[in-house]
């Protein structure tokens, strides 16, 4: 389904002719709607593959602008006025039909209801500044919902009675399962007796427990290794266990500066923080913190400062190429590896406010001048 919407995608953009067609389906559509009823977009992007802030937004406009879709692509294919190519025809008729079938719609409805329960946690993951232990709870807190919305039979009536609205514009009386055999491989074949009911059991079920495994495998217990030194963090060192604390230390032990009084140094920890008030909930609080001392927790410091550095995601890594067309566009196109580097670090983080003073200072003491300027005020 979502490789359909991709190949929807480029079909549309690559030809402004097509786009031109797109363009006169949303008006003749428009005409026939209410004011508040319109549709606002004349344009179709193609489906990205990494970010899942874009892979929302271009479901959304496939929901808006699917009749316009339907009245495009029936009028390329049908070659009326004789005005396009055999293999546009061929195109077109392909992706009309992929996007008109009761499966493909059923599909497209499941995958669109749940993709809107973490389209909130994608955007803040893809941020630059998120704490990990908030990162992990917000997972947990959608993981949760999802696994009890699998038990709520009226979330998958509203799925289907959305996909039967979306059937109606495309012409479909109902939605119907495909045709049965004996034996069949490609697809499911599972015992149901009505299409309701197939469409629950070959579509909504299977996505549902492929989305909560995935979820289970990316932040699931046996993932969570790296981040089991959260314990440690002054909110929660009251919950720490003798277990977890020989976990962490088997984990952290080699990038400790001296891992022989590491035990002796969360007794000190532990009784340090239990009468503190205003205790750090985060890890960069408690980095920043006065109290934290790394002279006299050298060990715990070092393992906080790795959590700092562990990522939820990684984003940082696609939002470095995206800024790369930005920075290095036609008139920087000769720079050396140093300066490009830190001005993909300037632009990213850009939320760290800069000293310009000091910075022009710093030049002039690294490129002293013969000539002294004068101040003239």
Partial sequence: MLDSLKQLG?????????SRRLETAVEDVNNNRQENN????????????TRWTEKHATLDTFTTMYEALVACLETISYNEGRLWERKAITDAHGLLSKI???????????????ICYVRGVSSKLQGSSLDIVEGYKMIG????????TRKNAQEFDLVYSKASGMAVKAEIDELKMPRRCARQTHRNNVPSTSDKEYCKRAIYLPYLDELIQQLDMRFGQEIVSVVRALSILPS?????????????????NADMPSPESFRQEMRIWKSFWENQPDKPESITSTLTD??????????IMKVLFLLALTSVTSSSTERANSSLKLIKNDLRSTMKEDRI???FLLYVH???KLDYDQIIDDYAMRNPRKMVLMNPL
């Fill in 350 to 352: 850009r939320d760290i």
């Fill in 38 to 49: 319109k549709i606002s977009k004349s344009k179709f992007k193609i489906f990205c593959e």
């Fill in 341 to 343: 580097n830190a001005l």
């Fill in 236 to 252: 929660r060192v009251h919950l720490i266990s003798q277990e977890m604390e020989n976990d962490i230390y088997d984990y952290y």
């Fill in 290 to 299: 006065v109290r934290a001392c790394s002279t006299l927790f050298p060990n």
């Fill in 100 to 114: 008109i079938d009761s499966t493909f719609i059923m599909c497209f409805h499941t995958v669109h209801n749940f």
């Fill in 10 to 18: 480029i079909f549309l953009k690559y030809s402004p002719k097509r």
């Fill in 141 to 148: 807190a959608v993981k949760q919902i999802i696994e009890e």
